[in-house]
Each structure stands twice: as structure tokens, then as C-alpha cells.
Nanobody, 117 residues
Framework: QVQLVESGGGLVQPGGSLRLSCGTSRFILSFTTMGWYRQAAGKQRELVSSITISGNTNYADSVKGRFTISRDSAENTVYLQMNNLKPEDTAIYYC???????????WGQGTQVTVSS
């Protein structure tokens, strides 16, 4: 069983920054795609950003230019650098790891991000 462990959430003022981390118990490049999703209260879970095994990245329009996804293969960790945070970024952020060919789809437990003054 693969474990994904997120960290780095917290309370930050508007305009502030946070960096989320997602550590995996399996070699990170065994996943074809890793991503960050978020779910705000009363809303559906949405994709924030993803990175493929080849390094291609994808961002939701609402976070483009503010968030950056990256990975450290040696540490088996994916990061989400979040800058210029806004109150509407408040949500539980979840890490996801997929390998469609192997039918893998794993989720972390989530980390709370609250943007408030």
C-alpha cells in the first residue's frame, strides 16, 4: 500500500506564501502523474496543479502565476509553492498519485490551508 503524506498547511494572511510537501512511500517516478487537489467547504474537489513523469506541468486558471509545482525524485517528494495567497485559496489540499496503466490512484489525508486576516 502506497502512503502519501502531506505537510506544510496552516494559517496565512492574504498575500502570504506557503509550501506544501507530499512525501511518498514509493519511488516518485513510478507514478505517471502527481497532483495537488483542493476542496473548499461546500464545494467539489478540484485539480490545482499536476506534474507528469516527463515533467510537464498543468495549473488551474485560478492559480496560474501564483502556484508552482515541483518534485525532488531523490526525496520522493512533490511540492506546491503557493505565493500571493488569497482567501479563496482556503481549502483542504490533497496530494494525488496516479499510474493509469497499473490502475494506481492514491490520495493523501489532506492538509488545511486557511488564508485570512
Amino acid at each position: 500500500q502506497v502512503q502519501l503524506v502531506e505537510s506544510g498547511g496552516g494559517l496565512v494572511q492574504p498575500g502570504g506564501s506557503l509550501r506544501l510537501s507530499c512525501g511518498t512511500s514509493r519511488f516518485i517516478l513510478s507514478f505517471t502523474t502527481m497532483g495537488w487537489y483542493r476542496q473548499a467547504a461546500g464545494k467539489q474537489r478540484e485539480l490545482v496543479s499536476s506534474i507528469t513523469i516527463s515533467g510537464n506541468t498543468n495549473y488551474a486558471d485560478s492559480v496560474k502565476g501564483r502556484f508552482t509545482i515541483s518534485r525532488d525524485s531523490a526525496e520522493n517528494t512533490v511540492y506546491l509553492q503557493m505565493n500571493n495567497l488569497k482567501p479563496e485559496d482556503t481549502a483542504i489540499y490533497y496530494c494525488n498519485a496516479k499510474n493509469s496503466a497499473a490502475n494506481w490512484d492514491y490520495w493523501g489525508q489532506g492538509t488545511q490551508v486557511t488564508v485570512s486576516s
